[in-house]
């Protein structure tokens, strides 16, 4: 693990980087870059949605549209920068090593994410457009080509995207396991890890066990549309005037694999968010997080829970009432641990010294988000409201707080918090509160009134809401909706803005700005190659000393490589 | 240094126990998957043909050499290892190419749908293996944890060719 040399040239310094905090921010630049598309997308469909009588884009468009809006915002924006991006930043630094287990395999992850992200929009120009089955990828309308458009060329390159991104993945979780198990400094023991790294390494266990079916799924789906295999396809099916010679496959068979992968997908997207937010709101509150081993034993039951609830995801499709039931039992019992993690966040705050930056302001709209959003979900989550409930506005609703806002508040706070020790220079403040204040209320508005869209009856994936009576009720709250949305793209170009002019011109920033504990603070802002300089910290606590003077210091923290009193 | 040689071999065994879970992961899927498509009405099962067992006994062949080449210090087990691992891949095709002329491709059946897709992902890992093995030539401590990689490749073989006929 000899410290490599230092890369010379521009290709190897920023193109084929070997650093960690490089990819890191590779994978976070590219997030950004898959984010416009998947913003732009979402833009649409509110479009479509608040004025259907203009007919922005056809039904079937339209139907590509909402599919690919949620595979990019899911796997290429928010797991991007989330698991990928600040994971790759943030692990060698929070355990004291300089650079990942295998920094090659790491620079490979990376670019075999650049393929997945060019498929994925070359896919929207080929004949008949992008994939058009639901980022859910059901078949028989994904398995026949000629159902829909989108099921063409566009899924086929969907398929192959996603088997990249799989990939892509595996590559990279094996680098944060091993890093996080067996490359911390000395003194750093697994209890004295900060608690984003614990969501890093239970997010990637996560990663290594649900990904694979996904693949298997993806492989069979592959083989039923190119090789005439019938995994999900049944017999007799009709398309146009003939009936379609596959026999016996089911297309249940394909949504098992997939919410067997989809339900610990939702979590390991999650996870990181809620670890970012304890390490932000330590800081800004003064205080060590409430509950730090409490913490680690509830996303370990979390994730564990998370593989054996996925058929809540199924409750209308046929299943035995029994079978229902023991899903929604497991699924209530997962908020449980969750609601640990959420409380033990509001506690931290006890007793704090609180200072609301930036950084802290996302943080609390965080646990705000989860509350409001895991209220819907204990409704979901059984099978008999759920009945009512399923592809309903009120899922949409649901999920979009939960890895729609949950997930991006941790974005940006973990981006304004780690800002200055990626790039050496403070992200502007004004501008970041009203990016804060323009993001939160329009999210909370739109995903709250769509719970009462689905409330009261409107059904998710609709082109045209005024056709249908039972819509009625709630299409109105479309043009408050998208409006917002329209509130919510501004504020986000705001950011952008503020983010690229602070890279270069922002106030230079001090080693430590927030005056924080953690390991990572220890190194220079910006980090430099090799993130210390000839002698690795040696750990002496846990990253979270506040509060406390005794040492003698003017600080009221002692960073986790201060030697503890004798 | 030495310090540095025992944590990276650490590291390395816990790549592998990952790598090795994903693989499990990955045909524990398509064991449900076969579970659940053998009820429908038109499974039928397919007789394994005899190359596949000759295949068999190459890749066990290939087992028994990789395990010498551990202890070994020049590299002939591990080359024999290669060889043999190739000559399955090739055997592999070879026993596609029979299935095929006796007109059975697929999606002929859902059984043999099954066989030829298991073993397409099977033989990816057995390339991968390969490579490894190869990337131990030179580095030959990794030759002991190329080997563990190389005997579960085989043991997945054993339990699809199981699967295949058995289930």
Redesign the interface.
């Known amino acids: 693990m000899t410290n490599s040399h230092e890369p010379q040239s521009f290709v190897s310094k920023y193109i084929f980087s070997l650093d960690h905090k490089v990819i890191g921010l590779q994978y976070i630049f590219t997030a950004m870059f898959m984010g416009l598309f998947g913003g732009a997308l979402a833009m649409i469909i509110r479009s479509q949605l608040a004025w259907p009588e203009h007919g922005i884009v056809k039904p079937e468009t339209y139907l590509s549209i909402v599919t690919m809006h949620g595979t990019i915002m899911v796997f290429f924006v928010v797991s991007l920068a989330l698991v990928s991006g600040f994971g790759n930043f943030l692990i060698p630094l929070m355990v004291g090593a300089r650079d990942m287990a295998y920094p090659l395999l790491n620079m490979l992850s990376y670019w075999t994410i650049v393929p997945a992200c060019l498929l994925m929009l070359l896919s929207f120009v080929v004949e008949g457009g992008a994939a058009a089955s639901g980022w859910t990828a059901y078949p028989p309308l994904s398995a026949i080509a000629s159902a829909v458009p989108g099921s063409g060329m566009g899924q086929t390159l969907w398929l192959l995207a996603m088997a990249l991104f799989i990939v892509s993945s595996i590559m990279g979780g094996l680098n944060y396991l091993t890093t996080i198990v067996n490359l911390r400094t000395k003194g750093l023991t697994m209890f004295r890890l900060p608690l984003a790294i614990w969501t890093f390494l239970v997010s990637t266990i996560l990663g290594l066990l649900a990904f694979p079916p996904l693949m298997a799924a993806v492989i069979m789906l592959l083989l039923d549309r190119h090789l005439g295999t019938s995994f999900f396809l049944p017999a007799g099916m009709i398309l146009g005037n003939e009936v379609l010679p596959y026999e016996g496959g089911t297309p249940l068979l394909f949504q098992h694999l997939f919410w067997f992968f989809g339900h610990p997908e939702v979590y390991i997207i999650v996870l990181p968010a809620v670890g970012i937010a304890f390490e932000v709101i330590a800081t800004f509150a003064r205080r060590p997080p409430f509950g730090y081993k409490t913490s680690v034993y509830a996303m370990l039951v979390v994730a564990a829970l998370s593989m054996i609830v996925w058929g809540h995801h199924m409750f209308v499709s046929g299943m035995s009432p029994y079978v229902g039931e023991y899903f929604s039992v497991a699924s209530v019992f997962i908020t449980l641990p969750f609601a640990v993690l959420g409380l033990n966040l509001v506690a931290s705050q006890w007793q704090g010294n609180i200072r609301l930056e930036t950084p802290m302001l996302f943080a609390l709209a965080l646990i705000s988000a989860i509350g409001t959003g895991g209220l819907g979900g204990l409704f979901l989550g059984t099978a008999t409201s759920d009945v009512y409930f399923h592809d309903t506005y009120f899922v949409v609703g649901h999920f979009h707080i939960m890895i729609g806002m949950v997930t991006f508040l941790g974005i940006f706070a973990g981006i304004y918090y780690w800002f200055p020790k990626m790039f050496g220079r403070m992200l502007g403040d004004r501008l970041g509160k009203i990016h804060f204040w323009l993001t939160v209320i329009p999210m909370f508005t739109m995903f709250v009134l769509m719970h009462y869209q689905g409330l009261g009856g409107s059904l998710r994936r609709i082109y045209d809401p005024t056709n249908y009576d039972f819509t009625a009720a709630t299409r109105t709250l479309n043009s408050p909706i998208t409006h917002a949305a329209f509130l919510l793209v501004f504020a986000q170009a705001i950011f952008l803005l503020n983010f690229f002019y602070s890279v270069f011109k922002g106030p230079k920033a001090k080693q430590n700005p927030w005056d924080s504990a953690g390991l990572e603070w220890t190194a220079a802002s910006p980090a430099p190659h090799g993130n210390w300089g000839e002698h690795l910290p040696e750990v002496q606590r846990w990253p979270y000393e506040y509060g406390d003077f005794s040492d003698g210091s003017e600080t009221d923290f002692q960073p986790q490589t201060q030697p503890t009193a004798q | 240094m030495q310090n540095?040689t025992a944590?990276?071999n650490?590291?390395n065994e816990?790549?592998l126990l990952?790598?090795l879970?994903?693989?499990v992961?990955?045909f524990?899927?398509?064991t449900?998957?076969y579970l659940?498509?053998k009820t429908?009405?038109?499974?039928q099962r397919i007789s394994i043909p005899t190359l596949f067992w000759i295949n068999t006994g190459i890749l066990l062949a290939s087992s028994v050499t990789v395990e010498l080449a551990r202890k070994s210090a020049n590299a002939r087990w591990l080359n024999l290892t290669i060889v043999l691992g190739l000559a399955f891949v090739v055997g592999q095709l070879l026993a596609w190419k029979g299935l095929a002329d006796a007109g059975i491709f697929?999606?002929s059946h859902?059984h043999c749908?099954f066989l030829y897709?298991l073993c397409a992902?099977h033989a990816f890992y057995v390339l991968g293996g390969i490579a490894a093995l190869f990337y131990a030539i030179k580095h030959t401590r990794l030759r002991g944890l190329c080997s563990i990689f190389w005997h579960c490749v085989d043991a997945v073989w054993l339990y699809v060719i199981a699967m295949l006929t058995l289930l």
Not at chain 2, 40 to 43: F, G, N, R
């Open positions: 540095q944590t990276q650490k590291v816990l790549t990952a790598v879970s994903t693989m992961m990955l524990a899927a398509f449900a998957a659940i498509r429908s009405s038109d499974w697929v999606p859902p749908s897709m992902v």
